[in-house]
């Protein structure tokens, strides 16, 4: 698998407003995979996205791939407080585990 | 409700001890992983299991070992050797590649310091 580079690295809005973050990566793909992290808690997937796909939707989540430029984004609309986390995307390759970066830090200010 | 389930929550290792951390997951995944998380840090993938009684090493394997004796079970043993094993220790489980890419499902992880 190949790491995910998220960016930026720390995001702080306020909330009702959205929440946008980046994800780059180098090889081509089969499909690449977002996930949230809240303080002292596991990962919890959250959308999945297939290199034939450009954009998909779920609730307040929006994710496009580009992959012409290697790059994806989430895009969380009307931020609540409760979206505060860190988020990360990661894209399996073949049988290898997936490799998770640093992640984007997103406080949502109430 | 199927899930995975980390134990304990919270670890306390004395110097020079071995300890053990549980994880059990009743989805009928084929693959289990462990990964360690520093503060601040991405997640660093410790050893990984596509099948019962069969594992591979991660980028950080060495001062751990594991077992899969198995399919729903993958404990993690932090041996002496692992000379800073304070961290947070996640273990995972998902489908293999072709049995349908759904993503990874996390247990809430177990938090391990050293006194």
């Known amino acids: 698998s190949q790491q995910g580079e998220e960016d930026p690295q720390a995001l702080s809005i306020q909330e009702g407003e959205n929440a946008t973050m980046n994800c780059s990566y180098k090889?081509?793909?089969?499909?690449l995979q977002w996930y949230r992290q809240n303080s002292g808690r596991g990962l919890v997937h959250l959308i999945l996205?297939?290199?034939?796909?450009r954009e998909k939707h779920s609730g307040r989540l929006r994710v496009t791939l580009d992959t012409s430029k290697k790059s994806s984004s989430l895009l969380i609309t009307a931020s609540r407080a409760a979206d505060t986390a860190s988020y990360f995307c990661?894209?399996?390759?073949?049988?290898?585990?997936?490799?998770f970066g640093k992640g984007t830090r997103l406080s949502v200010i109430a | 409700d199927g899930g995975i389930t980390q134990s304990p929550k919270y670890l306390f290792r004395k110097e020079g001890q071995n300890v053990t951390l549980s994880c059990e997951q009743n989805?009928?995944?084929?693959?289990m992983y462990w990964y360690r998380q520093d503060p601040g840090q991405g997640l660093r993938l410790i050893y990984y299991?596509?099948?019962?009684?069969?594992?591979q090493k991660g980028d950080i394997a060495e001062g751990y070992s594991v077992s899969r004796e198995k399919k729903e079970s993958f404990p993690l043993t932090v041996t002496s050797a692992q000379k800073n094993p304070t961290a947070f220790y996640l273990c995972?489980?998902?489908?293999?590649?072709?049995?349908?890419?759904?993503?990874?499902?996390f247990g809430s992880g177990t938090r391990l310091t050293v006194v």
């Open positions: 995972a489980s998902s489908n293999l590649p072709g049995q349908g890419g759904h993503g990874y499902t």
């Open positions: 090889t081509s793909i089969n499909n």
């Open positions: 996205i297939r290199s034939n796909e």
């Open positions: 990661a894209s399996p390759s073949g049988n290898t585990p997936l490799v």
């Open positions: 989805l009928n995944h084929d693959a």
């Open positions: 299991s596509q099948i019962v009684n069969d594992f």
